[in-house]
């Protein structure tokens, strides 16, 4: 299937929708996602098209990986969580909603649930939680 460049997150990072950064380097980009299922859910894209793993070149997918193993640290350093859960989708039949490769950083605590997709999260507080994680960067 081909990418489509009007996707959510290619908007995003061509800046005709707002979102909260955590980090970016010349390949990668992190931000916040704003249905959260974990304090600090955030996501980690490529800066180039593809649509997910299957079509990923090896530079986006080490790429990304990379960064999302740096802000899994920050995250956890920042929130004082004691793991992480890593996600990634591919396709509809894999739970994929939005079709620019993504990775979900979730931190995670001992007992502590995630909490079920599509409730829209409080703005201020993922604000303030990007700032925080940015931090401990
Ligand atoms: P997936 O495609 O892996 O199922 O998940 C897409 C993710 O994007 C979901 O976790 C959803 O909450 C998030 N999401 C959807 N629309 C937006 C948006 O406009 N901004 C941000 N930051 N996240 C979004």
Redesign the pocket.
Known sequence: MAYDDQN?FAK?LRGE?P?FKVYKDDDTYC?????PRSKGHC?VIPKTPCRNMLDASPDQLSTCLQTVQKVSHAAMKALGAEGVTI?Q?NEDAG????YHL?Y?ILPRWPGIKTTP?GKMGDMEEIKATAEAISAAL
């Open positions: 959510i995003i929708i979102s931000f916040m996602d704003i249905m996501l996600q989708f739970g994929q909603e939005v993504h979900h997709p």
